[in-house]
């Protein structure tokens, strides 16, 4: 059975930081990633990374200030969010797919979502 547990939100003040963990068992994708959603606002690509960590992309929107990671031993996916900016809110969700996935249609299982709130 596959799961994907994320965690790591939070309540924070503009400009402070955040990591993100998700949690992988069951099998192993092409990629691993995030994406968000706002109150309101569609859900949206946030940043992708490949099983082997050596192909990442990134929104424009975080790019800079966010930094996708993985750790093979523990199956782990970090997000690593920098300068956060109250534009950040929204429900985190992370992501697999067996493709190198930047679009929702391509997602194969999601985690559950953590909620992260930055205040300005």
């Known amino acids: 059975q596959v799961r994907l547990v994320d965690s790591g939100g939070g309540l924070v003040q503009a400009g402070g930081s955040l990591r993100l963990s998700c949690a992988a068992s069951?099998?192993?994708?092409?990629?691993y990633g995030w994406f968000r959603q706002a109150p309101g606002k569609e859900r949206e690509f946030v940043s992708v990374?490949?099983?082997?960590?050596?192909?990442?992309y990134y929104a424009d929107s975080v790019k800079g200030r966010f930094t996708i990671s993985r750790e093979n031993a523990k199956n782990t996916v970090y997000l690593q969010m920098n300068s956060l900016k109250p534009e950040d809110t929204a429900v985190y969700y992370c992501?697999?797919?067996?493709?190198?996935?930047?679009?929702?249609?391509?997602?194969?299982?999601w985690g559950q979502g953590t909620q992260v709130t930055v205040s300005s």
């Open positions: 992501a697999a797919s067996m493709a190198i996935m930047n679009r929702i249609d391509q997602v194969d299982n």
């Open positions: 069951g099998r192993t994708f092409t990629s």
């Open positions: 990374i490949n099983w082997t960590g050596e192909t990442k």
